[in-house]
């Protein structure tokens, strides 16, 4: 299993494309999408070729490879042009035998409670990449950072996790840093 992971498109055709030939490059399984997809949202610029419904006809050409979670920026009305589901709040999935949750990242005072040690937390929301083992309580946090607006001075990227580790590259595909998962 192949999984590409990204977050925090905004509407933005010119990411969203790169993003799409990254997916198609990497021969990924699925594409895990962790929220705010089609809106720039009150505190953002308009990020580079804001194109929400261009977006919409190029997510939807790939409506059968997405997995999804809302972001904050998410609202009814783009499940009405969305064709798979983008409205769900989060999820646990079994990557190799090991727990994964996914959420948009501004709500895991949720989440948090459930995780054990061994588990990851993949997420999004901050537009800051993020790779790290939390010491005190054994779980990975990873968040791919931003498509479109990737802030701190990091790279528009995605992570891949293929054979128990995670990448996190830019969108032409050099690797930016890895961990393995389960921590070994």
Sequence with gaps: MKL???????????????????Y???????????????YHGPRNDLPNGYQPKEVIRLLNSLKRDILCVR?????????????FPCLTESFALLLDGHAAYAAHGHHLDTITPLLRSGDALIYGHTHVPVMQVDEASGVLFLNPGSVSLPKEGSEHSYIIYEDNLFSR?????????????PML
């Design 4 to 22: 590409m992971i990204a977050s925090d498109i905004h509407g933005s055709l010119h990411f969203c494309e790169k993003m799409c030939r990254a």
């Design 169 to 181: 590259r830019d969108l032409d595909g050099n690797l930016l840093g890895e961990i393995a998962f």
């Design 71 to 83: 972001g904050n920026c998410e609202a009814e009305v783009d499940q009405m042009v969305l064709e």
């Design 24 to 38: 198609e490059r990497e021969h990924a399984n699925r594409l895990l999408l962790l929220g705010d997809l089609l």
